[in-house]
Structure formats: C-alpha cells, structure tokens
Nanobody, 128 residues
C-alpha cells in the first residue's frame, strides 16, 4: 500500500489557477498508475488525469484537457495537478489516488474503481 497526502486546495476566482500536490510514501513495488479525481456531493467520483510512474504519457478527461496538467517529480514521490483557467464547475473535493499491485489498461485508468489507495481529499472552490 501507499500513503497519499494531498495539499494545495483553496478558494480562487474563475479564471484563476491552483496547484495541488500529493505526497506518496510507503510503497516499494513496481510502477503503477497515479491519478487525480474529484467529487461533488451526490455525484460519482470523476477521473481527471492519470499518469503511469513507469513513464507512459498522461491521460486527461475531456472536461479538463488543455486546462489541467498532471506531473510527477523524478523520485515519483510527489504528484502534482496544475489547474489553470478554473471554472465554477470545477468546485469539488479533489483526491489523489494510486493503483498498486493492479493491472489495468490505459482505457481503464480514469476509472475510480481501479484504484485501491486514496488520499483524504482537498477542497477546491471556484467563485464566479
């Protein structure tokens, strides 16, 4: 298992930017997918962006493509989500997730059910 701790949430006006970070620790296994999700009360958790620690290119949901950028540091200990041109509909709790010890295809990599490690979440609020 891997421990995940998010930071960087907050409030911003529409059109602004925020950067979320996720510190990962405790896992010494092979490469795995890490991802960012968000959830609004009463709705399903939405996959936003994912990256494979082994080096495959990122995958983005259409709702954030061109506005959000996912990246990892060279030590693969920190996952970052740079969010630009934020909209009020981006308001949600944002979660970092990792899929350790699991096999999935790239088509599955934005599915919440594919992930077995979750951070505690961080609130992002975008005002109009």
């Amino acid at each position: 298992q891997v421990q995940l701790v998010e930071s960087g949430g907050g409030s911003v006006q529409a059109g602004g930017s925020l950067t979320l970070s996720c510190a990962a620790s405790g896992y010494t296994g092979s490469s795995y997918y890490m991802a960012w999700f968000r959830q609004v009360s009463g709705k399903e958790r939405e996959g936003l962006a994912t990256i494979y620690t082994g080096g495959a290119g990122p995958i983005y949901a259409d709702s954030v493509k061109g506005r959000f950028t996912i990246s990892q540091d060279n030590n693969k200990n920190t996952l970052t989500l740079q969010m630009n041109t934020l909209k009020p509909e981006d308001t949600a709790i944002y979660y970092c997730a990792a899929a350790t010890g699991l096999t999935m295809t790239r088509d599955q990599a934005l599915g919440a059910r594919m992930y077995n490690n979750w951070g505690q979440g961080t609130q992002v609020t975008v005002s109009s």
